[in-house]
């Protein structure tokens, strides 16, 4: 038997709740590996699924938790042994299938990648799937020419934004961070940002389809009509790469920027990543994210904490990355 953050629903009242219970192996799903979980993390998602309407949840009970660093245990594939390291992100892990919030977790071997050297558990998930997502949007920009002056990060407080905010400063590029918590400055200058914008500075909008150049690109984990504004703003052939949607899915945008300016638009999705990805993601991770600015972005948790803090991160109030060590 192992301790995890069990999501159940009542079934007359259709209300949900989340308590730290005892499972056994026979519980978890199908899958060739079984690893022992050390560290997950806390993501928006994850706050859906614990919250009393249970969000993003297709069955019960349910194991939150959309990424985990740990150790093999046992693998029915030749590419795994026990003893390994490895570390999950993606997949529908925490959603439709089991996740990290549990001492052991069973997946598809085709889930996982090994845990690049450089990297112990408890960094990967101070990276997890935010900071994954992070990097493969820098990645995204790079591909398609980050161009001169200063790359805008929006949301930069949050999980995808201070880690793209530390990965573009250490990569030597100017970062502009964009906050609507003026608290968060000295955060975000510490991680490398040269610049701090404010929220309204972007979120008003305008009837001008171009604006003055101002970014030589851009990761946005806000969308809708802050992406929209930014796009205008964008320097001649500068990309946006957008991975969120807390400012809606809907882009008031002017195809303007488009034809006048190639500027590129790149959606990232790190939920089906191709292995080679998300292992070129990994090293990268491992290679050009300095260590040392983890400790300012990171909250530590336990299982036990989650259910607060599952509605803390909803209602906006948790900042940087929730580290959850799932081993009691």
Same mark, same amino acid.
């Given at each position: ?227 929209? /504004?930014?796009?205008?703003? &964008? ?5 946006? +790469?957008? #991975?969120?949607? !807390?400012?809606?899915? =809907? %882009? $008031? ?30 090293? /990268?991770?491992?290679?050009? &994210? ?5 400790? +300012?972005? #990171?909250?530590? !948790?336990?299982?036990? =904490? %989650? $259910? ?21």
């Amino acid at each position: 038997m192992f301790n995890a953050l069990l999501v159940e629903k009542d079934e007359e009242s259709g209300k949900t709740s989340a308590a730290v219970k005892q499972i056994s192996e026979d519980d978890l799903p199908e899958g060739e590996v079984t690893v022992a979980v050390e560290y997950s993390t806390l993501n928006y998602k994850d706050g859906l699924c614990i919250g009393p309407g249970g969000g993003l949840v297709r069955n019960y009970p349910h194991v939150p938790g959309i990424d985990f660093a740990g150790t093999v245990e046992s693998s029915s594939d030749d590419r795994y042994s026990a003893g390994d390291k490895v570390v999950l992100t993606g997949w529908r892990v925490g959603e439709a299938h089991w996740g990290g919030y549990a001492e052991k977790a069973r997946v598809k071997a085709d889930w996982l990648v090994p845990l690049p050297e450089g990297l112990d558990t408890r960094q990967a998930m101070a990276v997890g799937t935010a900071g994954f997502t992070a990097m493969l949007a820098v990645m995204a920009l790079e591909d398609h020419g980050i161009k001169d002056g200063p790359v805008l990060v929006t949301g930069a407080s949050g999980g995808v934004g201070s880690v793209a905010t530390a990965i573009l400063a250490a990569l030597g590029h100017e970062v502009a961070g964009v906050t609507g918590r003026p608290d968060s400055a000295d955060y975000l200058k510490a991680l490398g940002a040269t610049e701090i914008v404010a929220r309204e500075d972007l979120a008003e909008t305008t009837k001008r389809p171009l604006e003055t150049e101002r970014w030589g690109g851009c990761v946005d984990a806000v969308g809708g009509a802050m992406l929209a /504004r930014v796009l205008g703003q &964008l320097k001649y052939g500068a990309s946006a +790469a957008a #991975v969120g949607l !807390a400012g809606g899915a =809907d %882009l $008031p945008a002017k195809v303007v920027p488009f034809l006048l300016r190639g500027v590129n638009l790149l959606g990232i999705d790190s939920v089906m990543q191709p292995y080679d990805n998300r292992l070129r993601a990994w090293e /990268r991770i491992a290679k050009d &994210l300095p260590m040392e600015k983890l400790d +300012a972005m #990171v909250q530590p !948790a336990t299982l036990s =904490d %989650l $259910p607060k803090l599952g509605a803390d991160i909803l209602n906006g109030q948790v900042r940087g990355r929730v580290v959850v060590d799932v081993r009691g």
